[in-house]
């Protein structure tokens, strides 16, 4: 599955964690096991253990294949079960949305200083920000509900590139957002 729109409360808040944000990231990239994570992640075994366990719990990822170590130890390899997560907005919990908002901003800092829009983005009030990011998340929830019966790509960031960028075009066409967007 390419993309996994997440419409329950409890799951979102799943999402909204930096630890588990970054082990479906890297889990994107390659299945891996605890003890990759463990090492790549900079955590203890324990920790990434119990993330794992809370992300097969919500159905997030699956274990994809187990391989004997030279040792006889089974090694799990996991895998997500999409390459893309996104939250439905109308779900999202008050006390992570923040968090979600947050992230946005950061994305949106991205794309305005690749699209060489940054003087424009230094112009906006923290309250037009708030509200771009939040329009930027429902345009990426209505992106994503295009794709999600599409097939999951090799790679996951150029999936994910193209959901940003149609999305960003999307957001684009809107008036309230047209000219703060559009290019110099």
């Not at 960031?157 to 075009?169: F, P």
């Amino acid at each position: 599955m390419a993309v996994c729109i997440i419409d329950d409360p409890e799951k979102i808040r799943l999402l909204a964690d930096f630890t588990r944000a970054e082990i479906l990231q890297l889990l994107c990239e390659r299945p891996m096991t605890e003890a990759q994570l463990s090492e790549e992640l900079g955590l203890t075994r324990a920790a990434v253990g119990y993330h794992l366990k809370l992300l097969l719990k919500a159905q997030f990822i699956k274990m994809e294949r187990v391989e004997p170590e030279k040792h006889g130890i089974l090694q799990k390899f996991y895998t997500p079960v999409a390459s893309f997560f996104t939250p439905d907005c109308s779900r999202i919990p008050d006390d992570v949305k923040r968090y979600f908002i947050q992230m946005q901003i950061v994305h949106l800092t991205g794309m305005f200083t690749t699209l060489q829009l940054q003087h424009r983005f230094f112009g906006v009030s923290p309250l037009t920000l708030e509200k771009l990011a939040e329009a930027m998340m429902k345009q990426l929830e209505n992106t994503c509900r295009k794709h999600v019966k599409d097939e999951a790509m090799a790679n996951a960031e150029t999936l994910k590139v193209k959901i940003y960028a149609e999305a960003l075009e999307n957001l684009t066409k809107q008036d309230e957002w047209h000219d703060l967007l559009k290019e110099p």
